[in-house]
């Protein structure tokens, strides 16, 4: 039966140290990710569908966390040791990405580097949970420091490419692009700085459980009474918005682009140039829900923020493809807030509430699988083939690019309104199988 706990505050030195945490975490991620389309395509020359092909590439790590990072961390090491071991060798591969050219060495590194980077993003999660009190009002003011961190390197490294790779006569987007090899330099720094800081995190030792194989025993408990069970249903309308996630990663910098905005040179000076920059408008957005969520996601059930979430991404979608002015997209990129803190965040929260303590690393692998393993793969392959039939002669059709994903969007909304349980699990309850 769940039951509520008065737990007591998460100490100010913890809550420091996870906080770094995460601002690394996602500033080493967020340093390339925004960029590494428009660098493929407009520096490398690869065409569309190949540069899709690398982003799918980078999801396989996600596909092999729960079965190594999430055993290792459940059963066998240290989570923070794993995650320093980790992010010093993802430092080494990233920054060969700068300078790699061929297609071939590009899927070589890609694949290494996201099976050490992948798995880190559960894990940082799971590590967090473990030194947490209460989830409702602890996670959000620790994660936020992610968004930051994410915003940070997006802004800097616009600007870095604005005062630094902006010739004032002759090919400026060339060198823009170009320039855009140093994100990859960036992350590498960031990922030698994280990884030597993971071994002073607090320690995270596995635990002992009655299933030798953890990840078999978190499948085991999201397919557990599925009828009733609310992360059996979270994990089944994960897949299609991560999907449709990736269609706003990959090319809403592209998108930017395009749209006329009267003020170029003003938005250049704020969030710098290359469109990653000016997407942080969504990161921003981030933080203010994610500050706002101690105190909504006590108030709110679950369900409800899922549906807000997804019907934020309804809503930006669909003013993406159906008005492209600047007046309507710009404060559209802020939606994004709600898509990640109202979907991902509470997702986070839902699979470690509904796990017990012996598998949740395991479980938190699992549902990286589905977000930036599968989802990313999938998403990737369905962008691309969507992206090939809108792009014709007279340029890109934004509508049907970002039409279609609005319209899944609609589908996974209408999906959880019928067939995710009511109610909520207080902050502190244990596992049930119904809420």
Excluded at 358 to 363: E, G, H, M
Excluded at 366 to 372: D, E, H, I, N
Excluded at 417 to 422: A, E, H, I, V
Aim: charged share 10%.
């Amino acid at each position: 039966m769940s039951r509520m706990t008065s737990a007591p505050p998460l100490s100010g030195n913890v809550n420091r140290r996870l906080s770094l945490m995460m601002f690394l975490q996602y500033a080493i991620w967020g340093a390339w990710l925004p960029l590494f389309f428009p660098f493929l395509t407009e520096h490398r020359g690869f065409s569309g569908e190949a540069a899709g092909t690398l982003f799918a590439i980078g999801a396989i790590g996600a596909l092999v966390a729960p079965f190594v990072a999430g055993q290792i961390a459940d059963r066998w090491f240290n989570t923070e040791k794993y995650l320093g071991i980790s992010h010093l060798l993802g430092a080494v591969l990233v920054w060969q990405l700068a300078d790699v050219e061929s297609y071939t060495n590009f899927v070589v590194f890609g694949l290494l580097y996201s099976v050490l980077y992948a798995p880190t993003l559960s894990l940082t999660n799971s590590l967090a949970f473990h030194h947490m009190p209460d989830r409702d009002r602890d996670f959000g003011k620790v994660r936020v420091w992610g968004t930051i961190g994410w915003i940070v390197v997006g802004i800097g490294i616009g600007q870095w490419l604005l005062y630094n790779h902006t010739p004032e006569t002759g090919d400026v987007r060339g060198s823009q692009v170009a320039g855009m090899a140093d994100a990859f330099r960036l992350s590498a720094i960031l990922g030698v700085i994280m990884g030597i800081y993971c071994f002073t995190l607090p320690k995270t030792p596995p635990q002992k459980g009655t299933e030798t194989f953890a990840p078999w025993a978190a499948l085991g408990e999201i397919k557990r009474d599925w009828k009733t069970n609310p992360l059996f249903w979270l994990f089944v309308v994960t897949l299609p918005v991560a999907c449709v996630h990736q269609f706003y990663f990959v090319h809403t910098a592209g998108f930017l682009s395009t749209i006329e905005t009267g003020a170029g040179d003003t938005i250049n000076k704020i969030f710098g140039v290359g469109g990653g920059g000016l997407m942080t408008i969504g990161q921003m957005a981030e933080i203010l829900v994610l500050a706002a969520m101690p105190f909504i996601a006590k108030r709110l059930s679950r369900k409800s923020l899922l549906t807000t979430g997804l019907a934020a991404y309804v809503a930006r979608f669909g003013i993406f493809a159906l008005v492209p002015e600047p007046w309507a997209v710009i404060p559209a990129l802020a939606l994004h807030g709600l898509c990640f803190g109202c979907f991902f965040f509470i997702a986070f929260m839902i699979v470690d509430e509904r796990t017990t303590g012996d598998v949740r690393a395991s479980a938190q692998s699992l549902f990286s699988l589905m977000v930036f393993g599968v989802g990313v793969i999938l998403g990737n392959w369905f962008a691309g083939q969507v992206a090939g039939a809108a792009d014709g002669p007279s340029g890109m059709d934004y509508q049907t690019l970002f039409g279609i994903p609005a319209i899944i969007a609609a589908a996974c909304f209408l999906l959880v309104r019928l067939f995710y349980p009511r109610g909520r699990a207080p902050a502190g309850a244990e596992p049930t199988s119904s809420e």
